[in-house]
């Protein structure tokens, strides 16, 4: 009986670590704003005008912090092997990047054991690395499973990754 779909496929999801959701995130800023926002406004009741403005680029700071961190929490690193393709797809600040490999000619650069290198795939001069939202054990874990399953020679470097 032919099969339709192929058993062969290999997938890996690296994705950050957040732990405040947008909501969560728009509390906390309106948390920090009000007691600021008030204690700034008392202090230009008294005439001293110079603490509301230090207060305002105080809180537009912290507004842009957390623009940034939200910006970055849909951000992740996908690798599939299927059949003929080693794919690779980062997201980065709403920008998906995606960069497709040969996964017979596809060599490896393992991330040192210690120090927090990265995963370096190479084919025919394309070169992408992976695994900046993963731990070091996690790294040479997903490189020693994609060493495994690629076909073909693999010649693991060690280089500058």
């Not at 008294?46 to 105080?58: D, K």
């Not at 017979?104 to 040192?112: D, E, F, V």
Request: charged share 20%; with cysteine.
């Amino acid at each position: 009986m032919p099969r339709d779909v192929s058993n062969n496929n290999h997938e890996w999801l690296l994705r950050r670590h957040f732990s405040l959701a947008p909501r969560q995130l728009a509390l906390a800023y309106g948390v920090l704003f009000l007691p600021s926002f008030c204690v700034a406004g008392a202090f230009a009741w008294f005439g001293l005008w110079w603490v509301p403005l230090f207060s305002t680029l105080e809180l537009g700071a912290v507004a842009l912090a957390m623009r940034y961190y939200a910006r970055h929490t849909a951000d992740y690193e996908h690798i599939a092997l299927a059949e003929g393709c080693l794919l690779v797809g980062q997201m980065r600040a709403g920008r998906l990047r995606q960069t497709r490999l040969d996964p017979y000619s596809t060599r490896i650069g393992l991330p040192p054991l210690r120090g927090g290198g990265l995963i370096r795939l190479e084919a025919r001069g394309v070169a992408v690395e992976v695994g900046r939202f993963a731990t070091a054990a996690q790294r040479r874990r997903v490189a020693r499973e994609l060493s495994q399953l690629l076909p073909g020679p693999r010649m693991d470097f060690r280089g500058p990754v």
